[in-house]
């Protein structure tokens, strides 16, 4: 029995590990791919070199985030022959078909058009080449929706049966999988976050070059410019995606309170059934005696978030383990999850999601003009430029210091909410890999021994952290180039050129 629970606790750990890093990239593909797309629509429609050069600075960005979000994903594919053969085994019948879709026609968009998009600056017309970047963004999307398919039939199980001959889950209503109300919402909260990144990711770079930029040169002027752009059209993104993860992730809620009330219980640390139920803002639990030993709570509150209703019955953690004990033998304790993961996970997402929300809409408010010049540069000096609520405040340079602190420090809290999101959302659905169908104990792969799979395990984290750090590296060097403001856009036609360029080299490489 311990080696068997070090065996399912080792796999657990090894998909963790690379599921959470590989997220990383996930939400900045997706909103990069589409901020990139409406740049370079609006310089198609506009001829404005402004959105040009924003296109490519943001465009190279996209593309090395994209690269590392490939090879990092690949791992999460191999591993269900690796650790979760039993798994693969009895629900690859159902598991398999939005996998498949994924790469035949989501990942076919991204990986053809992204190649396009990248080398056909000065072969395509400017229409044609900005659809490309378009269908990259529309294969992101794609791609996303059909993964969170798989994933909300391991939350909500649907569209299958269970051969009686085989005792294997088998697929027999694709579109009850595809676009059940689980699926649904769960796209809609992901892309919303995945928005949310982008528009910090993009306000903290932004941001950066803004607060050191000097006015010196037309060349310094014209960045200035492109980052003024992008800033402003950050925080507008970031406050849109801001209010559709909050209704969103309310509506999620609701769905999860039906579908998985374990999971809920365990997020508030409500360890017994109540009508109405608090909400807790703040609690220390004891597990062993099945109740909290501090709590700061909002009465009624869980019940209103749970049934928009303040009187409802929400269950408790004890109540809901007796009934899955009941249901499914065992004992109660092998049905609860980890409630220090799931309740302390549960808050930090909601905490960084929307911190990054509030800093969007303080970002607009200050902005909600233009950026006002100091004197200084008025005069013509180089100094950086100061953002002000209105012209001679005393309160300029300490508003001015902590606004632009504010922009870079939000660029990491979307991507801290993503991943204690999907901690939570997998932790939460313990014991079960697939909810009610197939306990995660019993998934693993029966052949792999513990000590192959830490070896694995540790392999693959130090590769990891190896990526990291190309990953960082590479993104610093063009982040901190800034936008190459001096490159000429292509023309119009490129059949206008003159010339022949077969031989040049290839307009963009890292």
């Known amino acids: 029995m311990e080696l068997a629970v070090a065996h399912d606790t080792v796999a657990r750990w090894q998909f963790g590990i690379t599921t959470v890093y590989h997220f990383l990239f996930v939400p900045l593909t997706i909103s990069l791919a589409a901020i990139t797309a409406g740049l370079e629509t609006a310089w198609v429609r506009t001829s404005k070199e402004k959105y040009f050069h924003a296109t490519k600075f943001w465009g190279n960005l996209f593309i090395i985030n994209l690269a590392l979000g490939v090879v990092t994903g690949i791992v999460q594919e191999f591993q269900f022959g690796m650790n979760w053969s039993a798994y693969s085994r009895f629900i690859g019948d159902v598991f398999g078909g939005p996998l498949a879709m994924e790469a035949l026609i989501a990942f076919f968009f991204e990986a053809t058009f992204v ?81 949310l990144t ?26 200035i410019t492109v980052m003024r752009t992008s800033l402003r059209m950050a925080l507008v993104i970031a406050a849109i995606a801001g209010i559709g993860v909050a209704l969103s992730g309310d509506r999620l809620a609701k769905v999860m309170f039906k579908q998985q009330p374990m999971k809920m219980a365990a997020a508030e640390a409500l360890w017994d059934t109540e009508a109405p139920a608090p909400f807790s803002v703040f609690s220390v639990g004891n597990v062993n005696e099945g109740r909290n030993s ?38 109660p304790d092998d049905y609860i999850p980890n409630i220090f993961v799931a309740y302390w996970g549960f808050r930090l997402m909601i905490f960084f999601g929307m911190t990054s929300f509030v800093f969007a809409l303080l970002g607009l408010w200050l902005t909600r003009k233009k950026f006002w010049l100091s004197p200084r540069h008025r005069t013509g000096e180089d100094e ?21 602190r504010l922009a870079i420090i939000t660029m990491v809290f979307p991507l801290a909410a993503n991943s ?27 052949g792999v021994t ?61």
């Not at 791609?143 to 027999?172: C, W």
């Not at 932004?206 to 960045?223: C, F």
């Not at 950086?384 to 632009?404: D, E, Y």
Request: positive net charge.
């Open 115 to 195: 190649g396009v998009w990248l080398f056909g600056w000065d072969r395509l017309p400017r229409k044609l080449h900005c659809a490309a970047i378009w269908l990259v963004a529309g294969g992101s999307l794609l791609s996303a929706y059909f993964i969170l398919a798989a994933n909300s039939f391991m939350q909500h199980p649907v569209g299958y049966r269970i051969d009686a001959v085989t005792k294997r889950a088998e697929l027999t209503d694709i579109g009850r999988v595809l676009f059940q109300d689980t699926t649904i919402v769960v796209v809609f909260h992901t892309l919303t976050a995945a928005f």
């Open 198 to 223: 982008g528009g910090a990711f993009v306000i903290g770079i932004s941001a950066i070059h803004l607060w050191r930029a000097k006015r010196g040169t037309e060349t310094n002027r014209r960045r």
């Open 294 to 331: 501090v709590e700061l709570e909002i009465p009624a509150m869980l019940s209103f978030l749970a049934e928009s209703n303040f009187h409802s019955a929400v269950p408790g953690i004890n109540n809901r383990a007796e009934y899955e004990a009941k249901r499914f033998g065992g004992e």
């Open 384 to 404: 950086p430029p100061t953002l002000m609520l209105t012209k001679n405040t005393p309160l300029n340079g300490f508003l001015t210091k902590w606004a632009w």
């Open 420 to 446: 204690f999101g999907w901690i939570f959302t997998e932790m939460g659905r313990q014991p079960w890999v697939v909810f009610h169908l197939m306990r995660t104990r019993d998934a693993v792969s029966p």
């Open 450 to 510: 513990v000590g192959t799979q830490t070896v694995s395990v540790v392999t693959l984290t130090v590769l990891y952290a190896v990526l990291a750090v190309i990953e960082v590296k590479l993104m610093a060097k063009y982040a901190n180039a800034g936008p190459d403001t001096d490159e000429r856009a292509p023309l119009k036609d490129p059949r206008l050129r003159g010339g022949d360029d077969t031989d040049a080299p290839p307009n963009f490489a890292y």
